[in-house]
């Protein structure tokens, strides 16, 4: 990749509220002309990576450069960005000619270049023409939205900066504006930087999708990639509905989930491996029960969704989520098919819960900040530094914190066909990983406890 053709550089880039990490060492190039979406659930960093390039916010760490200069520490009025915002930030005294023409004056520009040139060009982009002398309140938000958006395309900014800028429309208004913006963009030839929660939008509008969760970067690449190859299973549940199991890589192009064997196209993951299985809705095969079926079942529930109906298959214990065009009834006896193709293999991101420990006494370990009871403990003294290994089906979870030995906040819920992974965020600001089948709602705050044989010890060795 050419350096010039880079137009905004984050690099290792932190944000620290407090004791809160809101971005943790993000690294983004991006590329001059690109429409670029940062995409996130709530509390991702999505919106202070944002404010911090548009030099709202000040980074903690790292530095950023816009169109080769350093800027980290430059105000937002001298930067070569402009922002629109999720709440439009319109002048309720000024008409819509008076909104778009703010910037213009700021930057001193004579009555005539106002008038003439640059307003004109930026209300027919925005399908304002008419609309030059309205009252700002007069507007609907769809046209309100078109009037902040010329506000900020009329100082010809190299960078676009927008915050969720369709988030207050309705839905058919959405898609039109997606159209609309996909095209300005288009015809403006200008970098647009663009934040949201919507994945559909995400795909529908960007060059490049970089995805985040809890700071952090999880995924940069075109929306084909991100939807089709999905690097972990946070990417793979939050973009689009997905079957994600557990499966083991028999060897390469065999891969074996739901108790049956699958030829698939992925290759070197080894051999015996466990691995996560995605398939998506719509790559599962249905039909009536017959001897191609590679998996049969029962349908569980059926819904029509407008375009499609949406199934749930049971099949030796799991459920398949199934999107087709033709509906099988709950209760009828199906058939399912997978090609090879559609079969999308992941690494693991772990296998075990692992955690750094100390030795307290023959029977009681310290991790987590916690001391807990363990299966007698031989030829380690008190204080021997150990790694602990706890299985995740073996971590207990209380409803009532004050019956766990720690506590902590449910993150993250992962269903995995016939259970439930779970990532508590725990109080020592450690992640404890659970499988379980009991239902739990993000955000629910539990007691975390360990049964003494479910604790590994390996002694580490130090030199």
């Known amino acids: ?20 990490t809101a971005l943790d060492d993000i690294t983004l190039h991006v590329k001059k002309g690109e429409f670029i979406t940062l995409l996130g659930p709530s509390g991702c960093g999505k919106t202070t990576l944002l404010r911090i390039i548009g030099g709202f916010l000040t980074a903690s760490e790292g530095e ?44 001193k520009m004579s009555k005539a270049d106002i008038t003439k040139k640059k307003m004109k060009a930026a209300l027919k982009m925005v399908g304002m023409t008419d609309y030059e002398y309205r009252d700002v309140d007069s507007l609907s938000g769809g046209q309100q939205q078109r009037v902040a958006i010329a506000r900020a395309i009329v100082n010809e900014p190299e960078v676009l900066l927008l915050d969720e800028p369709l988030a207050a429309l309705d839905l058919k208004m959405r898609k039109d504006m997606q159209m609309e913006l996909k095209e300005m963009h288009k015809n403006l030839g200008i970098t647009f930087v663009y934040v949201t929660h919507d994945q559909e939008e995400a795909l529908t509008l960007s060059d490049t999708v970089v995805v985040m969760s809890e700071g952090r970067i999880q995924q940069i690449g075109t929306p084909t990639d991100v939807y089709n190859e999905p690097i972990n299973s ?39 491996v466990p691995v996560d299985v995605v398939v998506r809705p719509e790559d599962v095969y249905i039909f009536p029960e017959s001897d191609i079926a590679q998996l049969r079942g029962v349908v569980q529930s059926s819904i029509f969704k407008g375009v499609h109906y949406e199934m749930t298959v049971l099949c030796n214990g799991y459920e398949i989520l199934v999107q087709d065009y033709h509906q099988f009834k709950v209760g009828e006896q199906v058939g399912l098919l997978v090609k090879p193709f559609d079969i999308h293999i992941m690494k693991k991101e772990r296998v075990t819960n692992t955690f750094e420990g100390k030795v307290i006494d023959a029977t009681h370990v310290e991790f ?15 204080g021997t530094p150990v790694k602990v290994e706890v299985p995740f089906q073996k971590v207990i979870l209380q409803d ?9 906040e449910v993150k993250f819920i992962l269903y995995k066909g016939d259970h439930y992974h779970l990532t508590i965020h725990s109080d020592w600001d450690e992640d404890v990983y659970v499988d379980t089948n009991d239902v739990w709602d ?17 002694k580490v060795e130090t030199h």
């Open 234 to 272: 946070f990417v793979a549940d939050f973009i689009g509905e997905s079957n994600i199991l557990n499966g083991t890589m028999i060897k390469d192009k065999l891969v074996r989930f739901c108790d049956t064997e699958f030829e698939c196209v992925d290759e070197g993951f080894g051999e015996n």
């Open 64 to 107: 950023i450069k816009i169109a080769g200069k350093e800027v980290t520490q430059v105000p937002p009025h001298k930067r070569p960005v402009n922002t629109v915002f999720q709440k439009y930030a319109l002048f309720p005294h000024l008409n819509v000619y008076d909104n778009i023409a703010f910037g213009l004056k700021l930057k």
């Open 368 to 382: 987590l900040g916690s001391t807990f009871e363990c299966n007698t403990i031989h030829g380690m003294e008190t």
């Open 1 to 20: 990749m050419q350096e010039n053709n880079i137009i905004i550089e984050v690099n290792h880039l932190s944000r620290f509220f407090g004791e809160k």
């Open 400 to 408: 009532n914190e004050e019956d766990g030995v720690l506590t902590g």
């Open 442 to 458: 993000d955000g629910d705050r539990v007691g975390i406890s360990i049964p003494p044989d479910a604790i590994q010890l390996t």
